[in-house]
Antibody, heavy 122, light 108 residues
Framework: QVQLVQSGAEVKKPGASVKVSCKAS????????ISWVRQAPGQGLEWMGW????????NYAQKLQGRVSMTTDTSTSTAYMDLRSLRSDDTAVYYC???????????????WGQGTLVTVSS | EIVLTQSPGTLSLSPGERATLSCRAS???????LAWYQQKLGQAPRLLIY???SRATGIPDRFSGSGSGTDFTLTISRLEPEDFAVYYC?????????FGQGTKVEIK
């Protein structure tokens, strides 16, 4: 069965960076993409960006351009999301999701990770 | 970017009743690439509907999606106790993919 297992909760100071991992199993990793979505406490869902696990192409949300990087390691079927220059409003649960788009980000998600809480506080 | 507006914000209904949730887009959604997700407290979202009207694998047929262009609807024909949750629509026909703000379906 398809599973996406994310790394554990993180507490970071403003200005620091965080790297969240998402290990996939139960499917052919490089036949899909991975999208990252975050949810601030008590708020809705915000798409952060997409990466193709086939060729590493990315498409980031404009508001995060320059602060976010998404990568994959096909040898371990793991995706990573790196967010830099953290601010208090980056405090959120971060989700990875299997994205049906492998050549394009024009696609929906069908499986989600369990989420990783990132808290940014001095 | 396409802004999605969901209504109502909260729907108070009893088990067995019909739920109708609306999602309106600020511009036409390309190819009707509109999805619906269900999220329960403390859990990740779950895909219900994609392509405006196609049910995802394992989703009961009491969930149905309809609509095109800028107006979309999620209907739950008869609410079961496990259906009380928050529902989000999402458009993925253009970048950035955007979500509505959610509709909470609560027990009356």
């Amino acid at each position: 069965q398809v599973q996406l297992v994310q790394s554990g909760a993180e507490v970071k100071k403003p200005g620091a960076s965080v790297k969240v991992s998402c290990k996939a199993s139960g499917y052919t990793f490089n036949s899909y993409g991975i999208s990252w979505v975050r949810q601030a406490p008590g708020q809705g869902l915000e798409w952060m960006g997409w990466i193709s696990a086939y060729n590493g192409n990315t498409n980031y949300a404009q508001k995060l351009q320059g602060r976010v990087s998404m990568t994959t390691d096909t040898s371990t079927s793991t995706a990573y999301m790196d967010l830099r220059s953290l601010r208090s409003d980056d405090t959120a649960v971060y989700y990875c999701a299997r994205d049906l788009g492998v050549y394009t980000s024009i696609s929906h998600f069908d499986y989600w990770g369990q989420g990783t809480l990132v808290t940014v506080s001095s | 970017e396409i802004v999605l507006t969901q209504s109502p914000g909260t729907l108070s209904l009893s088990p067995g009743e019909r739920a109708t949730l609306s999602c309106r887009a600020s511009q036409s959604v390309s190819n009707n690439y509109l999805a619906w997700y269900q999220q329960k407290l403390g859990q990740a979202p779950r895909l219900l509907i994609y392509g405006a009207s196609s049910r995802a694998t394992g989703i009961p047929d009491r969930f149905s999606g309809s609509g095109s262009g800028t107006d979309f609807t999620l209907t739950i024909s008869r609410l079961e106790p496990e259906d009380f949750a928050v529902y989000y629509c999402q458009q993925y026909g253009s970048s950035p993919k955007t979500f509505g703000q959610g509709t909470k379906v609560e027990i009356k």
